[in-house]
């Protein structure tokens, strides 16, 4: 299986900072890599496809970027409500498989 | 609206069964495959596999052999997850996702709100 590495696990971080959030791959996925939003109690939302494309309705202070191992999501002048988890997932390889995820908190 | 609602929280015996359901609605049910992912108490999202709503063929990731089946009543836009023989350290929290495939690539666009499933004596 493909093991994902995310770091930080968590990143403390104020309204208004930029922050990036990286992504580390065992094995080369190309660009199959998604980011994904959680909140505590709800279901992940999907914020990045194809390690670079915006989910329909997804501000566009995220953005994402990478390619091969090496993957990254960014978040430009944050927002109270961007304060969640956030995970990623390679989908080149079966099984797809997540990162431990990152927690963002104030 | 592309929705999954899934059936609601479940307390279970150990040895027993439980079954979650997820209905869809909002899109053609039998076009895009269905991921069941787990979530246990503060940990991170596993992967339990899927099932092809256009055969009903499911795929199960190592580790949730055996004791997890995954169904489909299509008639009524339904995915489902059986757990039998249920065991203290199947409590967790259980989505269902739809996937969207695109060239050597997937992802889930949309989600269930999950369903608790807690085991306990």
């Known amino acids: 299986d493909v093991q994902m590495t995310q770091s930080p696990s968590i990143l403390s971080a104020s309204v208004g900072d930029r922050v990036a959030i990286t992504c580390r791959a065992s094995?080369?996925?190309?660009?199959?890599l998604n980011w994904y939003q959680q909140k505590p109690g709800k279901a992940p939302r999907l914020l990045i496809y194809?390690?670079?494309n915006l989910q329909s309705g997804v501000p566009s202070r995220f953005s994402g970027s990478g390619f091969g191992t090496h993957f990254s999501l960014n978040i430009s002048g944050l927002q109270p409500e961007d304060f969640a988890s956030y995970f990623c997932?390679?989908?080149?390889?079966?099984?797809?498989?997540f990162g431990q995820g990152t927690r963002l908190e104030i | 609206q592309v929705q999954l609602v899934q059936s609601g929280s479940e307390l279970k015996k150990p040895g027993a069964s439980v079954k979650v359901s997820c209905k869809a609605s909002?899109?053609?049910?039998?076009?895009?495959?269905i991921n069941w992912v787990r979530q246990a108490p503060g940990q991170g999202l596993e992967w339990m596999g899927w099932?092809?709503?256009?055969?009903?063929?499911?795929t199960y990731a190592p580790g949730f052999t055996g004791r997890f089946v995954f169904s489909l009543d299509s008639s009524v836009s339904t995915a489902y997850l059986q757990i039998i023989s249920l065991e203290a350290e199947d409590t967790a929290v259980y989505f269902c996702?739809?996937?969207?495939?695109?060239?050597?690539?997937?992802?889930?666009?949309?989600w269930g709100q999950g369903t608790l499933v807690t085991v306990s004596s």
């Open positions: 094995q080369n996925v190309i660009e199959y």
């Open positions: 996702a739809r996937i969207y495939y695109y060239a050597s690539g997937s992802h889930s666009d949309y």
């Open positions: 194809a390690a670079s």
């Open positions: 099932i092809s709503t256009d055969t009903g063929h499911p």
């Open positions: 909002g899109y053609s049910f039998t076009k895009f495959t």
């Open positions: 997932q390679q989908s080149y390889s079966s099984p797809p498989t």
